[in-house]
């Protein structure tokens, strides 16, 4: 009496992993009632809700861009010249896009997964009331074939069988969920602040995101921090300086948040990965002491299931009484995990032509772009960059002047970062894959050009390798028959028959059939071939 304990899993084979980036450009029109624009100080672009039809051959996309814009109006001397305008709603940026999907092996039906977020946002002053915007979109996509491997896990029988085992650690992509929730608040502006005339700038960003699995659902939290920069009102009732306020967690100010992502496949023991950014954001003022925050958030969560198995490679009995089914298997292994908190520190100096620094006022930081990941002896190596934009009073002849700065790709003094994970079993070589989240960021004043940054971010490495496995996927035992039969027969093959089917039906072994009709066990079978079975002795 043979009982085998079988086990699956189920994993998800990447085919392709592209990485594509659709270029946006175009012109937006200030309104009539709005100042003409002289200079730009900064603009911002929030990428809304996307959507997405798969056809097999391309991905088309629909979505939309906010745009935000502060700017240096044309003015009479009396006048304040800092203004901002936001095209949203109805008046952002609307796009379609067609990409062309990675062409992968015929004859397989696989899955298509894509992600796309907003990697740059720039605007140029075309005439007093258009600006021309050229945005980039970026689009992973990745296709895959979902992989079942059974296997046994466990031999019980009275006869003497020795088994080998091996412990494998795949990972399977349960599911991947998207959604989106909206955030509202409302801010005092009170002393020593100044009232609000009018709001010219705003950036929100998530920080400090963390997520949780129960069944059924996933549920993320963390906080949305505000930055405001506004024309202040005075005593006097007439518009005064250029100020900001920050709402962040140093302060207590950040508007916290939590999103539920219902997914029926979702279970305690899964892990996840979450992403939150920001679809939109408005800023009010109907008081000059009161201000509004109205923020989109989206969110993407992909559920992992972590497997632990053990796998029988090896079953031998004595005297030909096992018959075994092997596969050979390639498996896509966790070799390890960590977590470590990075912090980035980088001193940035003002562009030459840039005023001297008197004030910050905002600065805000792209999310980190990831040029190397890679696993070295017992260690990973990351590096990437962060692009800032900073918006601040500088020296003027009479009265501080707003204006602002930028370090990104094309800049000379930009903030780059590397960094060594140690991770024991790592070896060079291996599949390392990194998860960066962003848990806030300020700047200090070192003197009149120049700042330092301090980042601090999460980050979450995951190192995963490839092995070939011959695993035993059944085992059958093959006992004397005692009741009589010819010493030899012949079996024409059927459609869909295979060794192990024949071997079971006959009870003989694989081999037995295999060395009786010159063929090799991994051989296929062909419908409608005699072949000979000897009986068993």
């Not at 994993?11 to 009539?32: H, I, N, R, S």
């Not at 602040?193 to 705003?202: E, F, M, Y």
């Not at 292994?333 to 520190?345: N, S, T, Y």
């Not at 028959?481 to 039906?505: G, H, I, T």
């Amino acid at each position: 009496m043979l009982k085998c304990r079988y086990e699956e899993v189920r994993t998800t084979q990447v085919l392709v992993a592209d990485e594509q980036v659709v270029f946006l450009e175009g012109e937006l029109v200030l309104p009539d009632d709005c100042r003409e624009v002289r200079r730009i100080y900064s603009c911002r672009g929030y990428l809304g809700e996307i959507r997405g039809e798969l056809d097999g051959k391309s991905l088309s996309l629909y979505g939309q861009v906010e745009a935000h814009l502060t700017y240096e109006g044309q003015t009479g001397e009396e006048e304040r010249p800092e203004y901002g305008y936001n095209w949203q709603g109805t008046e952002a940026i609307i796009f379609t896009e067609k990409i062309v999907l990675p062409e992968v092996a015929s004859g397989q039906n696989v899955e298509w997964d894509w992600d796309a977020e907003l990697l740059a946002f720039s605007m140029e002053v075309l005439s007093g009331r258009k600006v021309r915007f050229n945005a980039e979109v970026g689009v992973k996509l990745r296709a895959g074939v979902e992989k079942a491997l059974t296997f046994l896990n466990n031999l019980e029988t009275e006869a003497r069988i020795e088994t080998v085992k091996e412990r494998i650690v795949p990972e399977e992509l349960v599911a991947s969920v998207k959604g989106s929730k909206e955030v509202n608040n409302q801010y005092q502006i009170s002393y020593p602040k100044a009232p609000i005339a009018r709001i010219i700038g705003s950036d929100a960003k998530p920080v400090g995101v963390k997520a949780a699995v129960s069944r059924g659902r996933v549920t993320i939290e963390g906080f949305v921090e505000v930055n405001m920069v506004y024309v202040s009102l005075g005593a006097d009732g007439e518009e005064n300086g250029v100020k900001a306020v920050n709402w962040n967690q140093q302060n207590g100010g950040a508007l916290p948040f939590q999103i539920v992502l219902e997914e029926p496949k979702a279970q305690t023991e899964q892990v996840t990965f979450a992403r939150v950014w920001v679809e939109s954001l408005a800023l009010t003022s109907p008081h000059p002491e009161v201000c509004r925050v109205q923020a989109v958030l989206g969110a993407k969560a992909e559920l992992i299931n972590p497997r632990t198995a053990q796998v029988i490679v090896e079953a031998t009995a004595e005297a030909e009484i096992l018959d075994v089914l092997r596969q050979d298997c390639e498996v896509e292994e966790i070799v390890g995990e960590a977590e470590k908190v990075l912090r980035l520190e980088k001193n940035l100096t003002l562009p030459t032509e840039s005023p001297n620094l008197e004030e910050i006022l905002l600065v805000s930081s792209s999310r980190p772009q990831i040029i190397e990941c890679q696993a070295d002896a017992d260690r990973v190596f990351l590096e990437g960059e962060v692009y800032f934009t900073l918006i601040y009073l500088g020296e003027g002849e009479t009265d501080a002047v707003l204006t602002s700065a930028f370090w990104g790709p094309r800049s000379m003094d930009k903030a780059v970062f590397g960094e060594f994970i140690d991770l024991p079993g790592v070896e060079e070589g291996m599949s390392a894959s990194v998860y960066l989240e962003e848990d806030g960021v300020d700047l200090e004043i070192l003197d009149e050009r120049s700042v330092q940054v301090n980042v601090t971010y999460r980050a979450r490495v995951t190192v995963k390798a490839k092995r070939m496995l011959s695993v035993v996927r059944d085992c059958a035992l093959v006992t004397e028959d005692e009741r009589p039969k010819p010493s030899m027969l012949f079996y024409f093959v059927q459609k869909d028959d295979n060794l192990w089917k024949v071997a079971r039906r006959y009870n003989t072994t694989m081999k037995a059939i295999a060395d009786a009709n010159n063929l090799s066990e991994e051989e296929g079978l062909v419908a409608g071939t005699k072949l000979l079975i000897h009986k068993k002795r």
